[in-house]
T-cell receptor
């Protein structure tokens, strides 16, 4: 079966510090990968998605970047955190097939980031 | 542009009462529709999905949803709510297409927080 991991689970960082959040998927290959941010009281905002190694699409301009160094690894980074980067970050994966019925995404447990 | 609207931000129901959470979507083609549930501090869990066929779909935990094309709606229902159903619920519409054009992106509504009174 497939599993998705995120770490760390929680993180408190000062403004201006760097960030690295990691997401890994097990039990599947060549997945689509996604990073979302969920701010308090708001819905999910898609930040980045990737359809393959080294292929990153950004959905919104921001202070963050993403990388996919390996097939099942997705990393969210920042060189200098802002207060507005605080939130709950969710990673998700999806089978990349031509059949639309595999369109659902499966979510990781999330990382709570607080920038002080 | 595709969008999803969940008109109710908060809903409170009594335990044992019926529940309906509303979802309206805007999408040019046949939509792929989903309902997810999120407990506090957790990731999202898929409740059910609609791609085609029978417009009434059954999901986990006793939930069901009905796709109504004429109303652009995909409302979530449960006949009898349990205290453990208290959570945040998200409706989403999936981007279609096949092969390289199928990015699988989901567009989420803002969510509805369900509170269950004892």
């Amino acid at each position: 079966s497939q599993t998705i991991h995120q770490w760390p689970a929680t993180l408190v960082q000062p403004v201006g510090s760097p960030l690295s959040l990691e997401c890994t998927v097990e039990g599947t290959s060549n997945p689509n990968l996604y990073w979302y941010r969920q701010a308090a009281g708001r819905g999910l905002q898609l930040l980045f998605y990737s359809v393959g190694i080294g292929q990153i699409s950004s959905e919104v301009p921001q202070n963050l970047s993403a990388s996919r160094p390996q097939d099942r690894q997705f990393i969210l980074s920042s060189k200098k955190l802002l207060l507005s980067d605080s939130g709950f970050y969710l990673c998700a994966w999806r089978k990349r097939l031509a059949v639309p019925s595999y369109n659902e995404q499966f979510f990781g447990p999330g990382t709570r980031l607080t920038v002080l | 542009a595709q969008s999803v609207t969940q008109p109710d931000i908060h809903i409170t129901v009594s335990e044992g009462a019926s529940l309906e959470l509303r979802c309206n979507y805007s999408y040019g083609a046949t939509p792929y529709l989903f309902w997810y549930v999120q407990s506090p501090g957790q990731g999202l869990q898929l409740l059910l999905k609609y791609f085609s066929g029978d417009t009434l779909v059954q999901g986990i935990k006793g939930f069901e949803a009905e796709f109504k094309r004429s109303q652009s709606s995909f409302n979530l229902r449960k006949p009898s709510v349990h205290w453990s159903d208290a959570a945040e619920y998200f409706c989403a519409v999936g981007e279609g297409g096949k092969g390289s054009s199928n990015t699988g992106k989901l567009i989420f509504g803002q969510g509805t927080t369900l509170q269950v009174k004892p």
